[in-house]
Structures are given as C-alpha cells and as structure tokens.
C-alpha cells in the first residue's frame, strides 16, 4: 500500500520547503474547519468578473483565495495572511501597498484544493477550473456504476492538483493510488491537497507512466485538449486540434491495464463537419487492443473563444467527451 502523504516529512524537500508546505497544509485544514468554498470558473468567466470597477480591491476571503483579487492587509483573517506569508505565497506591490496571493483554493465535492492565481500563465501553472468538476463527476459516476475491486491499482495520469485520485480515494479507500505529473508543482500542490483531504497516495514524477511500475486495475486521466500557441504543457494537447495527447495517454494507459482493467479520459475533441476525429480514432485503437469502448459527449460546446483562432478556423465547435475503455 501507499504511505500517508505527509508534505513536511518529503524526503525530497529542503527544510524551507517543507515549512512553507507544512503552512499551506494548516492553511487548507483551517479553510475546512471554516467550511470555506469557491467554485473556480472558466479564465473567460474570471476574466470578465475582475475586469468590473467594484471588484478591483478584494473585500471577502473568497475575493482573495478564490478570484485572485488585489488585498489590504487587514481583509483577510491574522493567522490565514500568516500561512500565505510562512508559503511564500504573498506578493505586495510596492506602489500600492496591497497583497496578492499567488495560490487559490477551490471547493469539490466537500474537498479543497490549492491551485495556482489567476491567470494562470505560467509554463509551470497549476490549473483548475470547470474541466475538474466534470472529472471528478465522471469518477464518482464511473465508480458508482462499477465499484472499484477492493486492493486495486488506480493511477491518475497527469493529476496536475490531484483531484481524480483524491476522489476516487474517497471512493475506494483500500486502494493502492499513484499520482503522475511531469510538473514538479502540480505534484507538490496535489501532495498538499490529498494530505488535507487525508488521502494515502504515492507519487511519480515524470511524463505518462514512466516511472510507474507493475499492472493498472483503473487509469484516469484529465489531460489537455486546446492547441495552446505557447505550448503551455498543462493546457496544450497536441495536433488533431488539441486531441493527441489523449491519444497517447490512451495508447500508453490500456496497454498497462490489467485484465478487465479500465481507462477513464476526460477530454475535448474538435468537432468538424460533424465528424469527432478522435472518437473514430479512439474506436479503431480499442479494437485492435482487444478492449471495449464506451464514448459520449459530456457537454457540447465548450471554449467557444478559442474558436476565433487558426488551429480552430474549420472547427465547428468544441465538445468534452468522456471515454471508458475497458480490456476484455
């Protein structure tokens, strides 16, 4: 089995980061206690919320941790602005005087996770929004249809803040639970989020499943699926419009599943012509691994926006699919 995640205690760590982990774990805990909740939307939401004149100075807790807004010292709680502080979390501007955090903290499914502020520009964001709902809905459904099998090896393929494995942990607590990501941050933030929400887990860090050894009973992965033009790694999929990178995850994650084994993607998939490439592509790459496909759209048109760029000119819309491949 998996050890308790304990952030403090990473053997990785020095000993600054682990005081500054060990400040944002009592900070995640007290948010619990409070019973603290923010749901994160999408950027274009957040965009167009912030822009509005009364929203340029926070006057909530959910208006710092939760919309990324600017802050006088005395807003928030003494001892919340003290962890942010003990993290490293805080920038001030010099000009102004106010605060800024540089993480935020959203609300799913009675668990909370740290992620990065908005806008989530850089190469090594950590990012959370509409998408991990939907996952962390699609797990619980999928699990809810067909139970986990106790002791089972469930991996979360690029779990960026963890929330498919912390879910599917509450789901099945005697399982044996892998993270994987190739951003040392999203791994740092996510060992946060499962040691608050008190979920064993193991981590691997490295790109797909380098570095996870022995068979899959469950495999789940969120990964991206709009052609970023700075190849951001969190939020680029890759050609056939955003799409190929959940064919590689797919490619790699049935080939490591156990017999009966099961992938779960949650991803998009750009609609053309009224053609989904990528379930057609999908479907030819189950039947030659022997494995079953179940294929549907989650919601219809997502990202909009995106559409006004090249990589999207021929693209009638964009749609969040989920696909459950199960090895016979």
Known sequence: MATTVDPSRS?????TEQQQDAALLALLRHLQAMDYRFVTPTPATHARVVARPERRVARSLADVLGWSLSFERGTIDPAIFQW?????MLVRDDDSGLWKSRVRVSSLRERLFLHSAYPTEAEDAVFFGPDSYRFGNLIAAEFDAAPCPPHARLVDIGAGAGVGAIIAAGLCPEADIVMTDINPKALRFARINAAAAGVRVDMVQ?????????????????????????????????GMHGGEVAVEMTSAAVARLAP????????????????????????????AMDCTLRYHEIDPDVFGEELDG???????????????????
Not at 211 to 232: C, K, M, Q, T
Not at 310 to 328: E, F
């Open 11 to 15: 053997s990785s760590s020095t000993s």
């Open 206 to 238: 490295g790109e797909g499943l380098a570095g996870v050894e022995n068979g899959i009973d469950i495999a789940f992965a969120n990964p991206p699926y709009i052609v970023d033009d700075g190849g951001r790694a969190y939020r680029d999929g890759g």
């Open 84 to 88: 942010l502080d003990d993290a490293a």
């Open 260 to 287: 009966r084994g099961r992938f779960i993607l949650y991803t998009g998939s750009a609609i053309i012509d009224g053609d989904d490439r990528l379930r057609t592509t999908l479907a030819n790459m189950v039947r």
């Open 310 to 328: 090249k990589a999207y000119r021929h693209v009638d819309r964009i749609a969040v699919v989920a696909a459950v491949i199960t090895r016979r």
